[in-house]
């Protein structure tokens, strides 16, 4: 129930302030640029206080910002439920990091679905400003209050928090994909293929390969469906394309290069180059002629050539190792991911790419996740650089160097750091195998390591014991 007494404990440490300081209320007025008339309807009781006024009076009384914050949650309430004080509330809160209380305003108002719009509508401000805590937090409100409703909204609200909660941890990132997963077609049609998007990538960095396929499948039918209708259309402006962070056909060539990945991963590369060749530069469907789409067809068409070198090398073809090398040598944003390949290819058919190597050194370690055409998604990358790890320590023992326990240990770390359970059981498999090899160092690296891997596994089991 509703207070309908002002809370007493702003005006109450104002009050002692004046009096302990023996200030006149025009003096206060002067330290806090609030009017006199203002300062006594406010001391009395007889009106609320607003949030730039409450700032004001912090300021006054040389107090931080939010020093009032948790007793104003009550202001909010005291005279009557007023969106004019807990909007400017709940946004400068989230400003000052402040989420508790926005906590509790949010609890005050669950019950009342009247509330809802202007949450989300806040939440959606929120995100925008990168606030994503304090975002979560009303999206997460407005969830519960709609949570049988079945609404857009509620789907959007799923669709955020989903985004919000994506973080080097794999495993956690796809409990949250799971969870999302159902609302994805409820969401208005311009954010569908983006949403599929981010889930494919969640499913890729955890090798859900199957997953992975069905969700670029949906993409392309999507794509299309959206890019003919937006062709049929007199009007230029099309609905679909308002909120997609792509020009439309960029999803169906995106699709074709996921499942060319997943046919690679399947060991099947002639089906990969028959994706390829779908991808690959110029495009007879494409209707849109301007810098942007050529600008994408191109980049597309690069990465269908790389590929090309890709699957000719992982098929066998050692004679491709040195030409995939010079062709990818003109990009260096895509040296790291090649060397990974060739590593892997090398491993697979016992080659010697120590040249290759010796080139490359420089782009050995992970240095970035830019291309010219935008950012790599990180948390792949992050778990292919994991992989890369242990393929190279892998290369390294085969031929009995030094460094191959270390780089081993470095590919465990960083699984462990992301969560990776596949690269994790890759890595403590092959220490465990060469053991013999490591000094007492390593050992008691690893053996620190694996208790961190246990604990990893400790909360799993929690979780699935709480939710199951």
């Not at 495993?171 to 409820?186: K, T, W």
């Not at 299309?224 to 169906?252: A, D, G, V």
């Not at 002639?270 to 942007?292: I, T």
């Not at 770390?413 to 990776?420: A, C, D, E, F, R």
Request: proline share 1%; with cysteine.
């Amino acid at each position: 129930m509703l207070s309908l007494i002002p809370a007493n404990s702003i005006r109450e440490q104002l009050t002692q302030y004046i009096d302990k300081n023996s200030m006149t209320l025009s003096r206060f007025s002067e330290v806090s640029g609030i009017n006199t008339g203002t300062i006594s309807r406010i001391l009395h009781g007889n009106r609320p206080i607003s949030v730039s006024q409450l700032i004001a009076i912090s300021s006054g009384m040389g107090v931080a910002a939010d020093h009032f914050f948790a007793d104003y949650v009550e202001e909010c309430f005291a005279y009557s439920v007023s969106m004019r004080r807990i909007r400017p509330f709940i946004l400068r809160s989230a400003e000052l990091n402040r989420l508790d209380c926005i906590e509790q305003i949010l609890y005050r108002l669950l019950d009342d679905l009247d509330y809802a719009t202007e949450l989300f509508e806040m939440a959606e401000q929120l995100f925008e400003q990168n606030q994503r805590s304090a975002a979560a937090l009303l999206y997460k409100s407005v969830s519960e209050v709609e949570k049988y409703q079945h609404s857009e909204r509620l789907a959007m609200c799923q669709y955020r928090m989903f985004l919000i909660g994506q973080g080097e941890n794999l495993e956690e990132n796809l409990r949250m994909a799971i969870l999302f997963e159902p609302y994805v077609d409820r969401l208005d049609e311009g954010y569908q293929l983006d949403a599929l998007k981010h889930l494919i990538h969640v499913f890729m960095a955890v090798h859900k390969w199957d997953k992975v396929d069905n969700l670029a499948q949906e993409m392309y039918k999507l794509a299309k469906i959206f890019y003919e209708s937006k062709h049929l259309s007199k009007r230029r402006e099309h609905h679909h394309e308002n909120h997609t962070e792509r020009p439309l056909y960029t999803y169906i060539l995106y699709a074709w290069l996921i499942r060319s990945t997943v046919y690679e991963e399947y060991g099947d590369y002639n089906k990969a180059l028959e994706f390829v060749s779908l991808y690959a530069y110029g495009q007879g469907w494409l209707q849109e002629q301007d810098e942007e789409s050529e600008r994408i067809q191109q980049q597309f068409g690069e990465w269908a050539t790389a590929n090309t070198y890709l699957y000719r090398m992982l098929s066998g073809e050692r004679e491709i190792v040195h030409e995939y090398a010079d062709y990818i040598s003109k990009y260096p944003d895509e040296i790291f991911l090649a060397l990974r390949y060739m590593i892997q290819a090398a491993n697979r058919f016992d080659w010697n790419i120590d040249d290759i190597l010796d080139r490359f050194s420089e782009h050995t370690p992970l240095r970035t996740y830019k291309t010219e055409f935008g950012d790599y998604n990180k948390r792949i990358i992050n778990e292919s650089y994991a992989r890369f790890l242990s393929d190279l320590g892998m290369y390294q023992l085969k031929r009995d160097r030094n460094d191959a326990m270390n780089l081993i240990l470095e590919g465990l770390q960083m699984s462990v750091k992301i969560n990776s359970d596949r690269n994790i059981i890759t890595c403590m498999t092959l220490f465990e195998q060469y053991r013999d090899q490591a000094d007492s160092e390593a050992k008691q690296k690893f053996k620190s390591l694996s208790s961190e891997v246990q604990r990893l596994n400790a909360k799993k089991n929690v979780f699935v014991a709480n939710h199951f």
